[in-house]
């Protein structure tokens, strides 16, 4: 494959757009767990949702998918959305959100650059929830190349980072 100049610095993903069953479920878990904003609902079985009025983080559809099931595993497809948060007590709220709706964490990380929570989403979607640390804290390797890692991530002490 020939070698391309990398893309533009600034370049960054502007939106999801989830295929979803139940288009009500889907927006009670996306704005009523999580807190998202919906922008706009189409009569056509579509919503649009936004942290902070931006016209759409996550795009919801029943198009091609109204009452059906998650694509069975050892199939291709989004393995997660990964929905980043500003502060570290910003995730504590979310963790928080997640936690008083009863819904169960698959795992949470740390990895170094960044402290992580997974979940499922109602239409079995994986979801991150996550913050990044300041990149001046990112771990390097002694060659100078990032260095990740995955720890268990203390939920009870994240918890406590919560803002009142």
Wanted: some cysteine.
């Amino acid at each position: 494959m020939p070698q391309n100049p990398a893309v533009h610095a600034g370049t960054r993903i502007g939106h999801v757009h989830l295929k979803v069953a139940d288009l009500d479920r889907a927006l009670g878990f996306y704005c009523g767990v999580l807190g998202f904003e919906l922008m706009q609902r189409m009569s056509s079985g579509a919503a649009f949702i936004s942290a902070g009025g931006y016209h759409h983080h996550i795009g919801l559809n029943t198009w091609e998918s109204k009452g059906g099931s998650p694509p069975p595993p050892g199939t291709t497809g989004l393995y997660h959305t990964a929905i980043l948060y500003p502060t570290r007590p910003a995730l504590a709220d979310a963790l928080h959100r997640v936690l008083s709706a009863g819904i169960a964490l698959d795992g949470a990380s740390d990895h170094g650059v960044s402290e992580a929570l997974y979940l499922r989403d109602p239409d079995d979607n994986g979801v991150e929830l996550y913050w990044d640390r300041p990149r001046e804290r990112w771990p390097f390797g002694p060659d100078g190349k990032l260095a990740m890692v995955t720890k268990r991530l203390d939920v009870e002490e994240l918890l406590r980072q919560r803002e009142a």
